[in-house]
C-alpha cells in the first residue's frame, strides 16, 4: 500500500472560481523521496495542505500513513512532520525552546529521538540559547526540520524549503534529506528549482493545478520528444527574434547564456544558413541534453 495516494483530489477559491488543485492523482512508496515540482502558484501547497488536514478538499480523497484526510486528521496529524514555506516556529524562543516545546506537544522529548536529528542539530546546536527571530535563513531552516522530525514522523513534507535560502545551505539541506531516507521516512518535498528535481527518486510536474508528467528525472528526460539545440551568439537578443521568426523552429527561449530550440529540420547546416543570411556571425550552436526545465517548458508548450 502507498504510503501517500491521492485520488482526484480537487481544491478551488474564491466561491469555487478559482480551481487551485484540479483533479490531481499520485501516490508515493513508503521510504520515497518524492518532489512535486513547479513554480509559484501552480497548487503546490494547497496539496501539502489538504495532505497535512489543514485544509479539506471540495472533491477526491488521499490517504497519508493508511489514514484518510478528512475521517482520521487527528491520527494523521500525530505521525507526519510539516515544514511550511514560511518560517512558522516561536521567533521569541530560543533553539532549544522551539525543539523542546516542539517534542512536548507530540509527547515525547529531545532525547528520546535525538538520534533522528544528531546530523542536523550539531551544526546549530553552538546556537541554542539564541531566539529564532535572530537566526540565519539557513539556521532556521534547519531548526524547522528539526522540529518537523523530533516526533520521529512516518511521513514528511516539505513545502519549498530552500526558496530564498542560499546555494550552500541548499545544498547541504538536500544531503541531510538523503541521510533521513536512509532511516527509512517518506519524504514527499515541492520546490519551484527545476535543479532541485534531479535530487528526488520520482518527481511530479505540476502547473495550474494539474500533473503534467510523473516519473523519475531520468524518466522524463528521455521522453523529450526532440533533438535539442543550444546557440548562442554576440546579440542574443536579435538571435530569440529571428529564431521565433524561422519557420522551420519549432519551439525557442531564452536559457541562461544561450538560446534553446528545436526544429522542423534536421539539417543544421539550414539553420546556421538562415540565421547568416541574416546577417549573424560567429554563432555557436550545438546539440545538448534537455533538463528538466526544457521537459517542464516541452509539456507547457505543447
Known amino acids: 500500500m502507498a504510503e501517500v495516494q491521492l485520488n482526484n483530489l480537487v481544491k478551488t477559491y474564491n466561491d469555487g472560481t478559482i480551481k487551485a488543485v484540479s483533479d490531481v492523482s499520485f501516490s508515493v512508496e513508503k521510504g520515497e523521496l518524492f518532489g512535486l515540482i513547479g513554480p509559484d502558484g501552480a497548487g503546490k501547497t494547497s496539496i501539502f495542505r489538504m495532505l497535512t488536514t489543514l485544509l479539506l478538499p471540495d472533491a477526491g480523497s488521499a490517504t497519508v500513513n493508511g489514514f484518510d484526510i478528512v475521517k482520521d486528521y487527528k491520527q494523521i496529524r500525530s505521525t507526519v512532520g510539516y515544514m511550511p514555506g514560511r518560517f512558522s516556529l516561536y521567533q521569541d524562543l530560543s533553539i532549544e525552546e522551539n525543539l523542546t516545546f516542539f517534542a512536548t506537544v507530540f509527547g515525547t522529548t529531545v532525547e528520546e529521538n535525538y538520534d533522528l536529528i544528531k546530523d542536523i542539530y550539531v551544526q546549530i546546536e553552538k546556537f541554542k540559547t539564541r531566539r529564532a527571530g535572530k537566526l540565519s535563513g539557513g539556521m532556521k531552516q534547519k531548526l524547522a526540520l528539526c522540529c518537523a522530525l523530533i516526533h520521529k514522523p512516518a511521513v514528511l513534507f516539505l513545502d519549498e524549503p530552500t526558496t530564498g535560502v542560499d546555494p550552500v545551505s541548499r545544498k547541504e539541506f538536500w544531503e541531510m534529506l538523503k541521510r533521513l531516507k536512509t532511516q527509512g521516512i517518506t519524504i514527499v518535498v515541492s520546490t519551484p528549482y ?90 555557436v550552436m550545438r546539440k545538448t541534453t534537455p533538463t528538466i526545465e526544457d521537459c517542464f517548458i516541452n509539456l507547457l508548450r505543447n
Not at 217 to 240: Q, S, V, W
Open 194 to 283: 527545476m535543479d532541485e528535481a534531479t535530487l528526488c527518486d520520482r518527481i511530479a510536474l505540476i502547473q495550474n493545478g494539474k500533473i503534467l508528467s510523473i516519473d523519475t528525472p531520468d524518466g522524463i528526460i528521455n521522453k523529450y520528444p526532440d533533438e535539442l539545440y543550444e546557440l548562442k551568439t554576440a546579440n542574443m537578443y536579435t538571435l530569440l527574434k529571428n529564431l521565433e521568426a524561422y519557420d522551420q523552429t519549432k519551439d525557442s527561449y531564452a536559457f541562461g547564456e544561450f538560446a534553446h530550440a528545436t526544429f522542423k529540420t534536421q539539417s543544421r547546416q539550414s539553420v546556421e544558413q538562415y540565421l547568416e543570411g541574416l546577417g549573424m556571425k560567429d554563432i
